[in-house]
DNA sequence: CAGTTAATCTTTGCACCGTTTAGTTATCCG
DNA sequence: CGGATAACTAAACGGTGCAAAGATTAACTG
């Protein structure tokens, strides 16, 4: 297919408005930024792209597959933060720790997205297959780093567990304010990081 | 006071219903239970109460003020099932293994009353400092049996809320169904647990 | 190019929700 | 006993997700 026809292509799905679903999972994450989880609504939505209440139905079969959507912009989001915070990082041990570090921080810089991400309303991600695959490209980018050990699949597959509860763990109780890292003298995350790695370091070869 | 001017005391709290504030707790904990949090409003805790959509509000400024104390209950019941479980086991390490086996057994067990504990209504506790407390019990189990060990209260302040993070992060990816058990052989959870607090075990004296 | 098809969007409306207000009733206390 | 007050009722407001039916318009087809 040609490039012209790769554009008219995609204008097939310009109807009315443009491209409203688009329109729609970006101003979700533009209300999400200023708003919160809360003021998140249909109708909302529907006003800020200039459509009425309805009309997100014809794209969305109801306001979790919309959530859904947004959440895996989201996850795509994280799993480029984290790849890219871990490049050039050659020991397991470091790259770990980056792996964390960036999942923090794209938290806390994202904190309304990030709870949705992790909402009980998206929790059984079987509804949403795409969703689950998305979400899982955090986890692999951790598995990946761990089988550069020499130790078998079943070990890395529980240490990844391991170290993914930890990180997730971390971050939840940070984001809920239930952690404050200042009381730690660690004023960057990755000082706070790095001594939370450290009891693993026998395991990360 | 005497026992007698204690329960009269009490009836002072029981004008119309009875005591509706308890009843309607318990209501809450039943509904969680049956129809899980999307169930839960105001609306059907009235009804299951026999009293109008409004009366609530006597007992309780909002649905969040609501939430926050069923949410109490529910640290209560936790940490009460922590220490239960961690009592007779001296070793540090064996009994770090029952709180945080305890943790994830409870969340398994209540599944909705878990979600409600660490839900984004209730994630700001300074807005319900008495739930603060409570939720703080179950830290406090932690932090007193690593105190046993011979380290620097800052030490044991930072591991405290590693243990807890590790336990806080599996307990809700199980929840979540983002882990499954069975994958790792583990049949039961105290297996799981052990493994996992294994590399702890030189922190753990 | 014309007519059909089908997707997009609007209109309307339902049931439910949290919350507020004003009024009623039962209990407490002097 | 009689006022004060807390607990509750009745009614209503604005907001929500969602379904059904109709109108509009872009895209496909002969």
Redesign the interface.
Known sequence: MSAVAEIVHQKKFKYHHGDLRSALIEAALAVLREKG?DGLSLRVLAKATGVTQAAPYSHFRDKDDLLAAVAETGFQRLALQMAEEATGRNSVQERIEKLMAAYVRFAVANKPLF?LM???EL????DYPTLAMTAGKSYALISATLSKRQASA?DT??LT??I???????T??I?????KLE??GAANIDAFIR??VA??S??LV
């Open positions: 989880m709870q992790f909402s009980r929790a059984v991600m079987k079943e597959r529980f567990v391991m993914w509860s930890l990180c997730h763990g971390l939840t109780l984001v809920d304010e239930k952690i009381q730690f001594r939370t009891p693993f026998g395991e």
